[in-house]
């Protein structure tokens, strides 16, 4: 294997963030902590990629040392950010699982001020599909069915979110007992 080229890692995604058609930010999530660490930082970033991509005709831009693929609906911009030897497919599948997951929750109507309304769900959405940069789910249906999304019921309300809490509380609280009885059975051994 070549010296040079980078270990692979699962850590794919180093940001994902949603822009309004003024280039204000919506929603933002770095997940890596050495990339533009403050707020001023993070908001210079976005808006040199929104005066480069909101006139674009393109999917993909490459700025910074870092590859950005984006999506537009109506008066919003979907960006996920990765390295530049990211795989675009890659950072492409997150975007899309993103915007038909949201668009199923927003009845197909993504623009601003249904995304303000249902930020929980917004945050929920994008929780699903990275955590820490890992890109956990590409498929929007297990996305919708983990967020307990159905088309029948109106966006997500207050018990779902709950719900949706409770279970990733037992899910930690199951490993955790797990990585417990491990140390306690290498202990006694």
């Avoid at 950010?81 to 990211?86: K, R």
């Avoid at 159905?150 to 018990?159: I, K, V, W």
């Amino acid at each position: 294997m070549d010296s040079t080229s980078p270990e692979p890692s699962l850590y794919t995604v180093k940001a994902v963030f949603i822009l309004d058609n003024d280039g204000n930010r919506l929603l933002s999530k770095y997940y890596d902590p050495d990339l533009y660490p403050s707020m001023k930082e993070q908001k210079n970033f976005e808006l040199n990629i929104f005066n480069k991509t909101h006139k674009a005709d393109n999917e993909i831009a490459f700025l910074e040392g870092l590859t950005i693929v984006y999506k537009s609906s109506i008066d919003v911009f979907f960006y996920v950010v990765g390295s530049a030897q990211e795989n675009e497919l890659m950072l492409m599948s997150v975007l899309n699982c993103l915007f038909e997951s949201l668009n199923q929750i927003l009845r197909k109507n993504v623009e601003r001020r249904g995304l303000l309304d249902n930020m929980d769900g917004v945050f929920l959405v994008v929780d699903e599909i990275v955590d820490g940069g890992v890109v956990l789910e590409s498929d929007p249906q297990q996305v919708l069915q983990k967020v307990n999304y159905r088309a029948d019921e109106n966006p997500l309300t207050e018990q779902s979110m709950a719900q949706h809490l409770t279970e990733k509380l037992a899910l930690t609280t199951n490993v955790l007992q797990s990585a417990k009885e491990q140390i306690k059975w290498s202990i006694l051994k």
